[in-house]
């Protein structure tokens, strides 16, 4: 998508960030940057929404629940929407856990998943060869991602990057 639209508009200088969203966010509302990408907290109204996917667990394929043991987690640092969402399912169902590796990288996620060290939350969409999806486990509902920032009136080129995103997400899905 990306290399499609610089092809489109090669006049255009595009940098792209990738971070944490509500990162993202204070940056891009301080005016840092001029769009955002990125999770919308439940209730939440900015932004425009453009996708919805299912939160899961996954684990690696040979992953067991560990009879007597709390539930080893790798979760995003506090802050993060998946982390909150995973410890709050768990402890409403009354299930023991224990977070025991945190990262910054949802590849560090992964890689910690697919080694069957701990247990981790992803986006469906983002879900990587080597993993399976746990359904025994508490439901984690929906994400709701957004564009934040001023797509039509900040720039000219915001609302067609918005739809070279959104055509991305129809066609890859």
Request: glycine share 10%; charged share 25%; aromatic share 6%.
């Amino acid at each position: 998508m990306l290399a499609r639209f610089a092809r489109t508009y090669p006049e255009v200088h595009l940098e792209v960030e990738v971070g944490r969203s509500h990162e993202l966010r204070a940056k891009q509302v301080a005016g840092g940057l001029d769009l955002v990408l990125g999770k919308r907290r439940d209730g939440e109204t900015a932004g425009v929404p453009i996708w919805t996917e299912p939160v899961v667990w996954a684990a690696a394929p040979e992953w067991e629940r560990p009879e007597g043991r709390p539930l080893p987690l790798a979760l995003l640092p506090e802050g993060c929407m998946f982390r909150e969402r995973a410890l709050r399912a768990l402890a409403r169902a009354g299930l023991a856990f224990e977070p025991v590796f945190t990262c910054n990288s949802l590849l560090g996620l992964a890689a910690a998943a697919r080694a069957d060290f701990a247990l981790t939350v992803l986006g469906r969409s983002g879900f990587p060869p080597g993993l399976r999806e746990v359904r025994s486990l508490p439901p984690l509902g929906v994400v709701e991602m957004a564009v934040f920032g001023d797509a039509a009136g900040r720039t000219q080129l915001g609302e067609p990057l918005v739809g070279f995103i959104r055509d991305s997400l129809t066609t890859s899905g």
